[in-house]
């Protein structure tokens, strides 16, 4: 081996590397600041957990099972790698083994680690060659990149397995009075033979192959796997910043870096009136304003298209694609690399909605976190579509018409259809609901919200709660008219400071009744009030009302006995399920009643598909597409064949019903879950 020829390929694979890291480096470090500091051994763990123990791959099962073998294999033989480099400056070839020598224990396995994960990682790259190549998926970015990377990781492991076939044939030939056969015992071999090693059996089988070779064609062979693999490695390094395979070295901290925070809760827009005096942007309106996490998501992406394929936007036919929307932001930032980095001329203040993003896809995104559930390296996309869409409401005046209605409606009337809000407890007329003015000592205030205090469909499931509250003997009460929008569809649509209005006015009001439980039928108000109002100065024990129904009915206080014989198939609410993890307490109430049968459709829990409400949807029309996104979600339900809808969401009940409009099945009912129990319990 040529020691000046190691020396001058490290320098300069490392050297231009080093140059190459050392510019995405600086390019991060436009964004702005984010703490993610905070709670380290939690980080350490989730770390060991997504990152090394690959826990979110295998919900794609064989790519995700590829990857892992690449992954894992690229881990064993990265010692292997070092091993070579060190051999290029001594004339051992079998420098190295002064730990993992041939024939210790420890020698004896990592050579059979070694053997395996080649085979292992060849099996890797064959599977997604048949997927890119073959298969042609479309959530997958079809490119020559792709196909150039998974050939310079197929030869490599050719390499290794020549490099060792030629080397144990040569080894044998130098000792023909014993045998060198990686890892087998010191015993007599006729001249040049080689036998089988079951430590090392791939590079075994290659000697075997070789061992008809002359003794300079081995050397060819043996220099060839050597400077292949040792070159190629570097090659690859070089090629990462430039490639979407950059997340092999950005995957690790991304996910070290996640939000830590309740996935639930946006970050607020801080002093907004100050911000608004000394002209600072509100929200996000050029690259350089993401934070640095945001810049190192874009650097992560692996273009894997789980995010896209989970989409509700995507699927159903629009603009938006969250991978296509976090890649062109991602060129848009490498593009101008050379301008964010000059030491001259400030860079032109581009904002990235018009010229990089179009406004259709900001406003396409119902803010379900599929994207976000999927993706294996933790990227998040709803923050980043808050901000833009932050941006372009509170300083720009640009957003769909239709809101403009919503946002009167919540800023005037304490709701987005701007309903008297003398009328917000009609809903529960004939009926013994308190309220906590009268009955201040309640000990859970009722959160109703305004679709259940307001929408035609939603007031049905506010009285049957009711009726089971009371029979339950559960001591509660409700604003009433006191009672405003907790603010979620204004934040979802960028109108930070509609939000902190109604946030601030509803804070006080429960402080005034010194509230500490609250009971919730609406996910998205359970969302607000448990994760955003802490952040204003309104902490409280937030309960939404699956969980309170399943506890009432373990305790016995509810007590299903009526029988309700019907298919039942339950869809899970974005905002109670991806967002706070609760599946199984609306199951467990569906389960309770005597007679129903409760199914599951394909696409349900972590991975149950949008009703196209979340967002601010459900108060703009929807983006064009192929399909409305509420009437996919439905078809997949109905295709369980059910005799009923069941949900525990009033927007998702609204979406789905209108679903089964369009699709005339009358005899499909759309109910809560709090219906169905109210059903079982009634005398």
């Known amino acids: 081996m040529s020691p000046i020829v190691m020396t001058l390929l490290l320098l300069t694979g490392f050297g231009v590397f080093g140059w190459s890291a050392s510019r995405r480096w600086k390019l991060l470090r436009i964004g702005a600041a984010a703490m993610r500091r905070d709670r380290l051994r939690e980080r350490i763990w989730l770390t060991l957990r997504f990152a090394f123990g690959q826990q979110r791959m295998p919900r794609y099962r064989w790519a995700g099972i590829a990857h892992i073998l690449i992954f894992f294999g690229f881990l064993v033989l990265l010692l292997r790698t070092l091993i070579l480099w060190a051999r290029g400056f001594v004339d051992d070839p079998h420098f190295g083994y002064w730990v993992f020598d041939a024939g210790t224990p420890l020698g004896n396995l990592y050579a059979l680690l070694k053997d395996i994960f080649v085979v292992l990682v060849m099996v890797g790259v064959v599977i997604f060659f048949y997927y890119r190549v073959i298969k042609r998926l479309s959530r997958l970015t079809l490119s020559g990149e792709g196909l150039l990377i998974l050939g310079i990781i197929f030869t490599m492991m050719i390499a290794d397995v020549v490099y060792d076939g030629a080397s144990i044939n040569l080894a044998a030939r130098a000792r023909p009075w014993a045998t060198y056969v990686a890892g087998a015992e010191h015993r007599l071999l006729a001249p040049g033979e080689v036998r089988y090693d079951g430590w090392e059996p791939a590079a075994s089988m290659a000697a075997i192959m070789f061992a008809g070779l002359s003794s300079p064609s081995l050397r060819v062979l043996e220099h060839a796997g050597f400077w292949t693999h040792s070159g190629l490695v570097l090659l690859f390094l070089n090629l990462l910043p430039y490639s979407k395979h950059f997340h092999v070295i950005t995957a690790i901290p991304n996910v070290f870096f996640q939000d830590l925070t309740p996935p639930g809760r946006l970050e607020p ?3 907004l009136e100050g911000k608004v005096e000394r002209e600072e942007t509100l929200g996000i309106a050029r690259i350089e304003q993401f934070s640095w996490k945001g810049l190192l998501d874009m650097y992560t992406c692996t273009e894997c298209g789980r995010c896209s394929d989970n989409c509700p936007a995507t699927r159903t036919g629009k603009r938006l694609s969250p991978k296509h929307f976090l890649l062109d932001l991602r060129n848009h930032l490498l593009s101008r690399q050379a301008e964010f980095l000059g030491k001259n001329d400030a860079p032109a203040k581009i904002e990235v909605v018009g010229a990089v993003v179009q406004p259709e896809v900001v406003w396409a995104c119902t803010s379900c ?25 509170q300083e720009k005046g640009e957003f769909p018409n239709d809101l403009q209605v919503a946002f009167r409606g919540l800023e005037n009337a304490g709701n987005p259809w701007g309903l008297p809000r ?16 009268d009955k201040p000592d309640a000990e859970y205030l009722w959160w109703v919200g305004c679709a259940p205090a307001y929408d035609d469909r939603a007031r049905k499931v506010s009285r049957a709660f009711a009726q089971l509250l009371n029979h339950a003997g559960v001591s509660y009460a409700v604003l009433g008219p006191k009672e405003t929008c907790n603010g979620d569809p204004a934040r979802r649509a960028g109108n930070e400071f509609l939000f902190q209005m109604l946030a601030q006015a509803n804070i006080a009001t429960l402080n005034g009744y010194r509230v500490k439980k609250i009971i919730t039928v609406c996910p998205h108000c359970y969302n607000t009030l448990k994760h955003e109002y802490p952040d204003f100065g309104g902490c409280y024990t937030v309960i939404h009302h699956g969980d309170f129904l399943a506890r009432l009915i373990r305790e016995g206080r509810l007590r299903p006995k009526n029988r309700v014989d019907s298919r039942v198939v339950f869809h899970d609410s974005c905002y109670l399920g991806r967002y706070n993890g609760i599946y199984e307490a609306p199951r467990d109430v569906l389960a309770a009643v005597p007679g129903l049968r409760l199914v599951e459709a394909q696409a349900s829990r972590d991975r149950g598909m949008c009703c196209g409400a979340g967002g601010a949807q459900m108060f703009k029309e929807e983006e064009k597409g192929e399909k409305r996104v509420n009437l996919l979600r439905t078809e997949q339900l109905l295709a369980t064949e059910p005799q009923a809808v069941a949900s525990a969401c009033p927007f998702c009940l609204r979406m789905l019903a209108d679903g ?24």
């Not at 990227?379 to 409401?393: M, S």
């Not at 003398?422 to 003015?437: M, S, T």
């Not at 089964?660 to 005398?683: C, S």
């Open 369 to 393: 976190r599929a994207c976000e559930q999927e993706c294996p390296v933790f990227i998040t996309y709803v923050d980043k579509f808050v901000d833009l869409r932050r941006h372009l409401v």
């Open 660 to 683: 089964l409009g369009m699709k005339d099945r009358d005899d499909v009912r759309p109910l809560d879950i709090a219906e169905v129990l109210w059903q079982a319990v009634t005398d």
């Open 422 to 437: 003398e009328d917000r407890l009609a809903w529960a007329e004939g009926l013994d609901v308190p309220l906590i003015a």
């Open 269 to 271: 827009i801080t002093d």
